[in-house]
């Protein structure tokens, strides 16, 4: 069997079940380096690029099955013509191969309304597939409601982030939103119907508009929400909207919001009597996706089929926005070998104070405890050494791997959530540190609060990773010297 795509939302999660039910495997991806061989030692891997005619044929011989959930929306305006490229070459490839079947995932829409470019080229790439003889069983899905869907993060980040939306008219669309773990059924289950072919639609078991979804989510999370639906003059201003304050760039936003000026309904019920599936309601999907998001229990997200951009280069200090964190990263290079650099880094705070900003740092706590919060009266409970789990002053630290990683999570009166984190690594006979503050901010307030506060970081967050670096070289010279 053969799984395209990964690297990508389903494509990784189609694997970790059918590893968890030991089935053989083979993949095929375009870069190894963004390929976790920890979690699937067993699956066979083809490193390559299916635009490629060799690669494809590579990948598919000796393959019964494949799975073909390649898309190229984060490729900007060339997608279509990549994504009819890719099908048709592998359509070929699937032929020669002998493959008895391919199992597509596409999108949901009424062919015969004017659609989004995206639509079509999802219902292109399908006809595209079908065209050399071989069988395919093609899901047409709408929205994705799970943890770290493209369409479902870009609903849940307009609805905690916006509390009175101007929105426009195509929230008032019909949509029949699905389940990932209904999705995975399905295409689980095509497996079991040998006699499955042609277009299934698929939907949940509610049909309702993009804005009672929103408004059902804030209800869900407790929030008091109000959209506004008067005519938008320029549909684009969606769609830069939607990157400005969700983690959704504007390249795949746009596509996605011309979408929506359809509705996507399911009109043949014929995957319902032909599958055992028994898709799930709208709220009992997001209650499970606001679950998996609570215990940090996230399998995959959208953001992991955009391409690598080669790493992280972080020239002195960067400010950026990514996958919805506002971060501001800072890296030194010292002396001290990472060990000596991560103690250093776990001796913070408590009765010794921060080496950079103390009184600043004291004023915000003070302003915490004003409006009710925990300050930082909690200190620490050793002076130089920390667990998972255990306050130090207004943090509390997440993450702990010694001698590469120390993360701490704020838990001051925030409109948002924030995180301090340093991750260190070797670097000739030193190391690299690289310090990052993230803010994941709650409405507008939080972007306001954000940037407010953003000036004082000048002043502290590059004395500290400083003062890090020169106690863990101070010690190592005490320790040399005695």
């Known amino acids: 069997m053969l799984v395209t795509g990964v690297t990508g939302y389903i494509g990784g999660r189609l694997m970790e079940r059918f590893h968890r039910q030991g089935v053989r495997v083979r993949c095929v991806t375009r870069d190894l380096?963004?390929?976790?061989?920890?979690?699937?030692p067993d699956v066979e891997v083809i490193q390559g690029d299916l635009a490629d005619a060799d690669t494809a044929q590579r990948a598919l011989e000796g393959i019964d099955v494949a799975y073909y959930l390649v898309h190229s929306m984060a490729s900007g305006e060339v997608f279509v013509e990549r994504d009819r490229q890719i099908a048709l070459i592998f359509a070929t490839a699937a032929r020669r191969a002998d493959v008895s079947r391919i199992i597509y995932l596409g999108g949901l829409g009424d062919s015969t309304e004017v659609l989004s470019e995206h639509l079509n080229s999802r219902h292109e790439v399908g006809r595209l597939l079908a065209t050399t003889g071989v069988p395919v069983v093609e899901f047409?899905?709408?929205?994705i409601v799970g943890s770290g869907s493209v369409s479902f993060e870009m609903l849940r980040c307009l609805t905690e982030r916006v509390p009175v939306m101007i929105a426009p008219r195509w929230v008032t669309h019909r949509c029949q939103p699905i389940g990932v773990r209904n999705v995975l059924e399905y295409l689980l289950?095509?497996?079991?119907?040998?006699?499955?072919?042609?277009?299934?639609?698929?939907?949940g078991s509610d049909v309702l508009?993009?804005?009672?979804?929103?408004?059902?989510?804030?209800?869900?999370?407790?929030?008091?929400?109000?959209?506004?639906?008067?005519?938008?003059?320029?549909?684009?201003?969606?769609?830069?909207?939607?990157d400005l304050v969700t983690p959704i760039p504007y390249a795949i936003a746009q596509p996605l919001v011309a979408g929506l000026h359809t509705d996507m309904v399911v009109q043949d019920d014929r995957a319902l009597r032909e599958f055992s599936v028994r898709p799930m309601g709208y709220r009992t999907a997001v209650e499970l996706a606001l679950t998996?998001?609570?215990?940090?229990?996230?399998?995959?997200?959208?953001?992991?089929?955009?391409?690598?951009?080669?790493?992280?280069?972080f020239p002195g200090r960067q400010l950026s926005i990514h996958e919805g964190m506002l971060t501001d990263s800072y890296h030194f290079s010292c002396s001290a070998?990472?060990?000596?650099?991560?103690?250093?880094?776990?001796?913070?705070g408590g009765d010794a104070g921060w080496p950079s900003g103390n009184v600043l740092w004291q004023i915000r706590g003070l302003m915490d405890r004003v409006v009710g919060g925990v300050g930082m009266r909690r200190g620490r409970?050793?002076?130089?050494?920390?667990?998972?789990?255990?306050?130090?002053?207004?943090?509390?630290?997440?993450?702990?791997?010694?001698s590469h990683l120390l993360?701490?999570?704020?838990?001051?009166?925030?409109?948002?959530?924030?995180?301090?984190?340093?991750?260190?690594?070797?670097?000739?006979?030193?190391?690299?540190?690289?310090?990052?503050?993230?803010?994941?901010?709650?409405?507008?307030?939080?972007?306001?609060?954000?940037?407010?506060?953003?000036?004082?970081?000048?002043?502290?967050?590059?004395?500290?990773?400083?003062?890090?670096?020169r106690s863990a070289e101070l010690a190592m010279a005490k320790a040399a010297a005695t």
Not at 227 to 240: D, L, Q
Not at 337 to 348: G, H, K, R
């Open 381 to 402: 409970r050793h002076p130089r050494q920390l667990r998972v789990g255990e306050p130090l002053d207004f943090w509390r630290v997440e993450a702990l791997e010694p």
């Open 337 to 348: 070998p990472p060990d000596a650099v991560f103690d250093a880094a776990c001796a913070l």
């Open 407 to 469: 993360r701490l999570r704020a838990e001051m009166k925030l409109p948002g959530t924030a995180w301090l984190q340093f991750e260190i690594s070797p670097e000739g006979e030193g190391s690299r540190v690289d310090q990052t503050a993230f803010f994941d901010p709650r409405g507008l307030f939080g972007y306001l609060y954000w940037y407010v506060f953003l000036p004082f970081h000048r002043f502290l967050f590059p004395g500290l990773i400083r003062a890090v670096c």
């Open 189 to 203: 289950a095509a497996l079991e119907q040998p006699r499955a072919e042609g277009i299934y639609e698929i939907g």
């Open 33 to 40: 380096g963004r390929f976790d061989r920890s979690r699937w």
């Open 140 to 143: 047409r899905a709408a929205m």
């Open 209 to 242: 508009s993009y804005r009672q979804m929103m408004l059902d989510y804030a209800k869900l999370r407790g929030l008091r929400r109000w959209i506004f639906t008067p005519r938008v003059p320029h549909p684009e201003w969606s769609a830069r909207f939607i």
């Open 292 to 313: 998996r998001m609570a215990g940090d229990e996230i399998e995959t997200t959208w953001a992991s089929s955009m391409a690598s951009s080669g790493g992280k280069q």
